[in-house]
């Protein structure tokens, strides 16, 4: 639910700050695809209660970012608005995986 649903949730949130790029090499759409294994590995990371490691996935995420959020006017508050929509997205979907588990 986290992957699918949090995308269409980062994109709502994002759309009105979209930044253009200039001369972006890259994949098209290929943020879209990260949003979601992000999303999916935090999720899974959350519920096992490895919150040590989360802090490791957005310390990467934001060092293979960070030439564009230095260059590019404005990227790095769009950059930030999309992850931590997309992180408490997948933090919230974790706990909630975790207390359904303390359940059973």
Do not use: C, H, N, W
Request: charged share 15%; glycine share 10%; aromatic share 8%.
């Amino acid at each position: 639910m986290s992957v699918l649903a949090g995308s269409v949730i980062v994109r709502f949130v994002v759309q009105p700050l979209r930044v253009d790029v200039p001369d972006r090499p890259g994949l098209l759409g290929a943020g879209a695809y990260i949003g979601m294994v992000e999303r999916l590995l935090l999720t899974t990371l959350v519920a096992a209660g490895q919150f040590g490691a989360v802090g490791f996935v957005l310390a990467a995420k934001s060092i293979a970012r960070y030439k564009q959020m230095d260059e590019v006017s404005g990227f790095a508050e769009y950059y930030l608005v999309g992850t931590l929509t997309s992180s408490t997205i997948a933090v919230l979907a974790g706990l909630l995986i975790k207390a359904i588990i303390r359940q059973l």
